[in-house]
């Protein structure tokens, strides 16, 4: 059989699926953004308009129109997508704030060669320590009450220091108590921390890590008296 033509496997006027799923993804953005802040859009074109009207007025005052057009409408664009991603973010924060494991979600999402693991401990009221490592060491970030997190940080800082011996450990709260960090100040926390280890030494800490065992777990010991076991029915013979 004879090879299909080029041209048929993608005929003239279809969109490349990858720019179609970007551009999806931009819009879908844009309107999480546009529920979040129905000022946003506008601004973000303004800016970029701003922009692009500075250079034009500079073009007319210099003779150099027809060199900064073009460097301004690249420049506006830069600048509309740095807003864009700004107020995407905001959009995320405001998504996820309030809601049970945001905090978990956010650290995902954090650059830097950062190991997450969420939920690494919790209690019957559902506070819970999630555990990210990093070049600064282990980070052990709360959410829940104020009240109880001190515990069960204290519990999880001693079980990680078995591995972790002279490593630093830092514990923090997320919340918009008295003494928490509100979920959007999270990752500008967790970056401004110092750098006390290199690669190959939080590549070691992670494999230590792994080695702990799970803190959820079910309670060991016998079977309670009271809780028999059901016994099998006996055959019948006729």
Do not use: C
Request: charged content about 20%.
């Amino acid at each position: 059989m004879a090879n299909k033509p080029a041209s048929a496997a993608n005929p003239k006027g279809g969109a490349d699926p990858a720019t179609a799923g970007r551009i999806k993804q931009i819009r879908m953005v844009a309107g999480i953004i546009r529920k979040s802040n129905p000022r946003a859009l506008p601004l973000i074109a303004l800016a970029g308009l701003g922009v692009l009207a500075a250079f034009v007025v500079a073009g007319l005052l210099t003779g150099l129109l027809a060199l900064l057009i073009p460097l301004g409408v690249l420049t506006g664009l830069m600048a509309a997508m740095i807003l864009f991603g700004r107020y995407a973010q905001s959009a995320q924060y405001a998504a996820v704030e309030g809601q049970p494991g945001a905090a978990a979600a956010i650290l995902q999402t954090m650059r830097g060669g950062w190991t997450v693991t969420p939920a690494v401990s919790a209690n019957r009221s559902m506070d819970v320590v999630h555990r990210a490592v990093g070049k600064p060491g282990v980070v052990l970030v709360g959410e829940g009450a104020p009240s109880r997190l001190p515990s069960l940080l204290a519990a999880e800082k001693k079980r990680i220091s078995r591995v972790a011996f002279d490593v630093p450990i830092y514990d923090l709260q997320v919340g918009n108590e008295e003494g928490q960090i509100p979920i959007r100040k999270l990752q500008r926390k967790l970056t401004r921390l110092p750098r006390n280890l290199k690669g190959p030494a939080v590549a070691d800490l992670n494999y230590r890590l792994k080695a702990l065992p799970q803190s959820l777990q079910a309670p060991k010991g016998p079977v309670p008296r009271t809780g028999r076991m059901p016994k099998p029915p006996r055959p019948r013979f006729r």
